[in-house]
């Protein structure tokens, strides 16, 4: 059984960067294409990044030249860089695992879900 653990969450002012970590055991994560989800409240779960096991990425308009996703294999995680965050960012982010899956923005087909980490843009 793969699982996630995410980390990295926490409080921030716009403008500042975090960087989420999904951590993964049981499975090494080569044969996993890899999603970033996040949930604000009220809201449904909306896709926020991207990356197949090639390293392809995608990414929501919303975050487009602010977030990066990146994977090492090696160490099995997967992490997601956030630059210039701002309130709208607020949400629960979770990470998803897909086997031998494709890189995929909807939550749909996403078999491995970490709990989720909490990020909160406020001044």
């Known amino acids: 059984q793969l699982q996630l653990v995410e980390s990295g969450g926490g409080l921030v002012q716009p403008g500042d960067s975090l960087r989420l970590s999904c951590d993964a055991s049981g499975f090494g994560l080569n044969n996993f294409a890899i999603g970033w989800f996040r949930q604000a409240p009220g809201k449904e779960r909306e896709g926020v990044s991207c990356?197949?096991?090639?390293?392809?990425?995608n990414y929501a308009d919303s975050v487009k030249g602010r977030f990066t996703i990146s994977r090492d294999n090696a160490k099995n995680t997967v992490s997601m860089q956030m630059n210039s965050l701002k309130p709208e960012d607020t949400a629960i982010y979770y990470c998803?695992?897909?086997?031998?899956?494709?890189?995929?923005?909807?939550?749909?087909?996403?078999?491995?879900w970490g709990q989720g980490t909490q990020v909160t843009v406020s001044s």
């Open positions: 990356i197949g096991r090639s390293g392809s990425t």
């Open positions: 998803a695992a897909e086997l031998f899956g494709g890189c995929v923005m909807s939550p749909v087909g996403y078999d491995y």
